[in-house]
């Protein structure tokens, strides 16, 4: 199957700080990828989806200036959570779609952010 | 609009018994079906996935899912387990390519 790798696993940062994770398609070009949220014991909550080249769609009642998603090229999307809170302390996951591989979802490692 | 429902949250068995995880969804289209599993603080992996053709589909680990359209189900089954099967299991659904919809996840427990 085809690798995504998401980075970083883990990152704690302070309250009004903003975080970056990144995730990226290895062996691929990933024309659709998506951004998930999972709270501890929970299923995995779609946030977003990401278009190569595209401004992001957000499900509803996630917010778009506090989770800007950025997907410049075919290998690339990025997840900024802007002016992290403590409530925005959770596990994000990333998948990747595209070209003939486009009938599976690809998951990336998941990154736990720990918001103090 | 599709949906998915893992009508077991936790469901603990001993090892080398067999085991069944019960997923239904609901779709007015024909739908993708993958069963994913996650260890603690990892990604998802994929177990099995149905996309078309025969509606039995095995893992390569014993695990196997039979696609039953006249009941909306999808359980996976096997007839051992390990203590390594020990792990979260979820139920997707997708229409198009990619936008998976998840059940709410069954949490596996094999007690020696």
């Known amino acids: 199957g085809a690798v995504v790798s998401q980075h970083p696993s883990w990152v704690i940062c302070k309250s009004g700080t903003s975080v970056k994770i990144e995730c990226r398609s290895l062996d691929f070009q990933a024309t659709t990828m998506f951004w998930y949220r999972q709270f501890p014991k929970k299923s995995l909550m779609l946030m977003a989806t990401s278009n190569e080249g595209s401004k992001a769609t957000y499900e509803q009642g996630v917010e778009k200036d506090k989770f800007l998603i950025n997907h410049a090229s075919l290998t690339l999307s990025t997840l900024t959570v802007t002016s992290a809170h403590p409530e925005d302390s959770s596990f994000y996951i990333c998948?990747?779609?595209?070209?003939?591989?486009?009938?599976?979802?690809?998951f990336g490692q998941g990154t736990r952010l720990t918001v103090v | 609009a599709q949906s998915v429902t893992q009508l077991d949250s936790q469901v603990p068995v001993f090892e080398e018994a067999p085991v069944e995880l019960r997923c239904n969804y609901s779709s007015s289209v024909s739908v993708y079906l993958f069963w994913y599993v996650q260890y603690p603080n990892q990604g998802l992996q994929l177990l099995l996935k149905y996309l078309s053709g025969s509606t039995l589909v095995e893992s390569i680990n014993g695990f196997e899912a039979e696609f039953n359209k006249s009941q909306t189900s999808f359980h996976l089954r096997k007839p051992s387990v390990h203590i390594s099967d020990t792990a979260e299991y979820f139920c997707?659904?997708?229409?198009?390519?990619?936008?998976?919809?998840f059940g709410q996840g069954t949490e596996l427990s094999v007690k020696p």
């Open positions: 998948s990747a779609t595209g070209g003939r591989l486009n009938t599976e979802a690809f």
């Open positions: 997707a659904v997708t229409q198009q390519g990619g936008k998976l919809i």
